[in-house]
């Protein structure tokens, strides 16, 4: 991952974390080529051309081809505890989730703290290297935690997933493919808004419905949340996305 300021045509420059990687992790030498990709999602084909005590030179030889994702996947993930959070960050960034939003619910265990600014960096460092590992383009966002009915407010999806334990439709059902298969059709943009250890209050799923999401459901096993997550993440990713 290479930051648009430090790419001076034909050259780019890694610093900090990424120097150390390359360097001495993949203990590149002058020559090697590899993909830089900044945070824009551009993508670039170069070759190391100077390895020093702080920083890598790479010469860019080219840019990647233009990747646009034919559906953007929003997920609504309700706080769970710190590693379980930190899994659902990682592996959803490798589903291809193009934004993440912590959500602040009623039954959630984990509240939100003076502390939340260093998760939130935390989170973004995890997303950053899951992309890395995916080869991704595009890095997700991850956004500071907000509160559930907040989160409910002006969304703009053309179709808004809420996961639930009961009375939902299969999410099979909504995919391309599917029984419902004319309902996956058009679709630009997914939101899956998924609760927390302890379930949805009957409140927050009245919400949600008032504002336009879709009551769907994994079948009739109880899953933990972030198991539930991950998923509908792949069906969606697979169905809709891939």
Request: net charge positive.
């Amino acid at each position: 991952m290479v930051e648009q300021k430090n790419i001076r045509l034909p050259f780019a420059r890694l610093e900090g974390g990424e120097h150390h990687h390359l360097s001495k992790v993949l203990r590149a030498k002058p020559g090697r080529k590899v993909w830089l990709v900044d945070e824009a999602g551009n993508s670039y084909a170069a070759e190391v051309a100077e390895v020093g005590v702080s920083q890598t030179l790479l010469r860019i030889l080219g840019r990647g081809p233009d990747e646009v994702a034919p559906v953007r996947i929003t997920l609504g993930q309700a706080l769970l505890k710190s590693k379980k959070m930190d899994w659902v960050v990682q592996k959803s960034t490798e589903l291809g989730v193009d934004v993440i939003i912590p959500l602040a619910t009623a039954r959630a265990i984990v509240k939100v703290g003076p502390e939340e600014g260093r998760r939130v960096e935390r989170w973004r460092k995890i997303a950053r290297e899951a992309a890395k590992q995916s080869r991704r383009s595009f890095l997700p966002e991850v956004e500071e935690p907000r509160p559930f009915r907040e989160f409910l407010v002006g969304r703009r999806e053309s179709r808004k997933l809420i996961l639930t334990e009961d009375g939902g439709t299969a999410l099979r059902e909504m995919l391309p493919g599917g029984p419902g298969e004319a309902a996956g059709a058009g679709v630009s943009a997914v939101l899956l808004a998924v609760g927390p250890e302890g379930g949805w209050t009957k409140e927050e799923e009245a919400e949600s419905l008032a504002a336009g999401f879709e009551a769907v459901s994994l079948g009739k096993l109880p899953l933990r949340s972030e198991t539930a997550a991950l998923a509908a993440l792949a069906m969606i990713s697979h169905f809709w996305k891939n």
